[in-house]
């Protein structure tokens, strides 16, 4: 699983050719990762995460997006479908050196996750999100 996750991030990074001022730009960028549960719950312990972002460059130094991605984890006694989650964010960018081939960054953001467990009677929940 490590290599596959590895080889995914290695795909999804980007490629820089030429460097050059995308103020005023949106971007579309999409998103896939891993999920890892703790092993006190009856749900498959890894999964892959997908998702998309949608954002703008207002600087070059700073940028925005929402973000949303999910996942679905299976029971891991039955392997029926055990809990959905799903998770939407707005965040804020700040890049470092954005003109070099290596430009690091700083997120933070706030949004929502809902956790939806599959029962017979399926309930939903949904939670406060803070990333940084």
């Not at 699983?1 to 590895?6: F, G, H, I």
């Not at 890892?36 to 498959?44: G, I, K, M, P, Y």
């Not at 892959?48 to 029971?75: D, Q």
Request: glycine residues 8%; proline residues 4%; negative net charge.
């Amino acid at each position: 699983m490590k290599k596959q996750v590895a080889m995914w991030c290695a795909l999804a990074a980007p490629i820089v050719g030429h460097a050059a001022d995308q103020t005023g730009q949106w971007y579309i960028t999409p998103q896939a990762g891993a999920l890892s549960t703790d092993r006190d719950r009856a749900l498959q312990h890894e999964e892959w995460l997908y998702g998309l972002s949608f954002g703008r460059h207002f600087s070059p130094n700073w940028s925005a997006e929402f973000n949303f991605n999910e996942t679905e984890l299976l029971n891991a006694t039955s392997g029926a479908s055990g809990l959905d989650m799903r998770a939407l964010s707005v965040d804020v960018l700040r890049y470092f050196n954005r003109d070099s081939r290596f430009a690091p960054y700083l997120t933070v953001g706030a949004g929502a996750i809902r956790n939806e467990p599959v029962r017979v009677a399926r309930g939903q929940n949904e939670d406060f999100m803070a990333q940084a």
